[in-house]
C-alpha cells in the first residue's frame, strides 16, 4: 500500500487523464497526494536588456498562472474525493529531474503520471519524460495511458 502518491501535471491530456484515476487510487489507500507542475526557465538569445527583463517577467507571469491553473484543478478534484492533497511549482530546466527529486524530498512512495504513448521515430525525437522517470527513479512509477 501506499502512503504518499506524487502526480505531475503538466496542462497535456495524458497529465490530466492520469490524475483523476491516481487520485481514486490514493482515496483507495489512503494515501496523500503531492501535485507537482514544473515550469521551464525563461530563455533569451539576445535583445535589449530592459526588454528581456520584461519578457522574462512576463513569460514567469504566464507560467506561474497556468501551473496555479493546473493545480488548482488538482486540488478540486482531491476534494470532490476526499483525498488529502498540496501542490507544488517548480522551474526546472529537466522536469524528469524535478519530478525525481520532488518525489524523494517529499518521501513519495509512488510517482502516478501520464505518457502521451508516443512510439517509433516521434519517441525518440521528442523523447519523453515519463519515460526519463522510468528509467532514473528508484521509487515506483505507475503509468496511465
Do not use: N
Request: some cysteine.
Amino acid at each position: 500500500m501506499f502512503k504518499h502518491m506524487l502526480i505531475p501535471i503538466d496542462g497535456s491530456e495524458p497529465s490530466f487523464a492520469a490524475a483523476r484515476p491516481a487520485v481514486a487510487l490514493a482515496r483507495d489507500m489512503r494515501a496523500k497526494v503531492t501535485f507537482l507542475t514544473v515550469t521551464h526557465p525563461f530563455r533569451m538569445l539576445s535583445a535589449e536588456a530592459d526588454q528581456i527583463e520584461r519578457v522574462r517577467d512576463e513569460y514567469k507571469a504566464y507560467q506561474h498562472d497556468h501551473a496555479q491553473q493546473y493545480l488548482g484543478w488538482a486540488k478540486e478534484i482531491c476534494q470532490a474525493a476526499d483525498v488529502e492533497c498540496e501542490g507544488e511549482e517548480v522551474e526546472h530546466d529537466h522536469p524528469h529531474e524535478a519530478i525525481i527529486e520532488a518525489a524523494r524530498k517529499r518521501g513519495c512512495d509512488v510517482i502516478a503520471m501520464g505518457s502521451h504513448g508516443f512510439g517509433g521515430v516521434k519517441a525518440v525525437i521528442l523523447g519523453s519524460v515519463t519515460q526519463k522517470v522510468l528509467t532514473h527513479c528508484q521509487i515506483p512509477v505507475l503509468v496511465y495511458r
